[in-house]
T-cell receptor, first 114, second 113 residues
Framework: AQSVTQLGSHVSVSEGALVLLRCNYSSSVPPYLFWYVQYPNQGLQLLLKYTSAATLVKGINGFEAEFKKSETSFHLTKPSAHMSDAAEYFCAVSAGGGYQKVTFGIGTKLQVIP | NAGVTQTPKFQVLKTGQSMTLQCAQDMNHNSMYWYRQDPGMGLRLIYYSASEGTTDKGEVPNGYNVSRLNKREFSLRLESAAPSQTSVYFC????????????FGPGTRLTVT
């Protein structure tokens, strides 16, 4: 069984401040982990993914995430928020099975305050 | 490449009516998926097709049927729409196997009155 918990359905940061979006996963086998971003009225786009090659993963738009097995976490960070980062962010886990079943978190809406 | 396309973008149905949501991808992906997105619930898998010729139920299949018409196209049918099916529907596709990301279409916003 696999699951994802995103802490905080809404997060607000000031422009230029650190962005930290939290994600914890549960998996009985080594997981693949993803962060997706969804802008208003659009589909989801991949930000970054962890596939066991490296624990610190860099993605698009200056985002990165660190896989911490001991904490079962895959938090998303960006050093300096930009107004264009305002969107909804989804953490997702895929952990085996005959096909790539992906379980999504409920999402975190990021608000950037000017 | 267009990626994943979905039609229609918006639809309003009356309770009991039927409709088919269309999805096509031009990335030569083997696997395709249908999700629904509801506020506070993230994305929930309705049906998936691991490869051409196969379909399987996901987390919330009741009230829906699917057809994998060929490698490119995967349609979702609502036989008798209910207000509980008011949602935003996303189609996605991916390479087969583990660790591959999914590519999403722009979504269909469906309202059932």
């Amino acid at each position: 069984a696999q699951s994802v918990t995103q802490l905080g359905s809404h997060v607000s940061v000031s422009e230029g401040a650190l962005v930290l979006l939290r994600c914890n996963y549960s998996s009985s086998v080594p997981p693949y982990l993803f962060w997706y971003v969804q802008y208003p009225n659009q589909g989801l786009q991949l930000l970054l993914k962890y596939t066991s090659a490296a624990t610190l993963v860099k993605g698009i738009n200056g985002f990165e995430a660190e896989f911490k097995k001991s904490e079962t976490s895959f938090h998303l960070t960006k050093p300096s928020a930009h107004m264009s980062d305002a969107a909804e962010y989804f953490c997702a886990v895929s952990a085996g099975g005959g096909y790539q079943k992906v379980t999504f978190g409920i999402g975190t809406k990021l608000q950037v305050i000017p | 490449n267009a990626g994943v396309t979905q039609t229609p973008k918006f639809q309003v149905l009356k309770t009991g009516q039927s409709m088919t949501l269309q999805c096509a991808q031009d990335m030569n992906h083997n696997s395709m998926y249908w999700y629904r997105q509801d506020p506070g619930m993230g994305l929930r898998l309705i049906y998936y097709s691991a490869s051409e010729g196969t379909t399987d139920k996901g987390e919330v299949p009741n009230g829906y049927n699917v057809s994998r018409l060929n490698k490119r196209e995967f349609s979702l049918r609502l036989e008798s729409a209910a207000p509980s099916q008011t949602s935003v529907y996303f189609c996605a596709s991916s390479m087969a196997g583990q660790g591959y990301e999914q590519y999403f279409g722009p979504g269909t916003r469906l309202t059932v009155t």
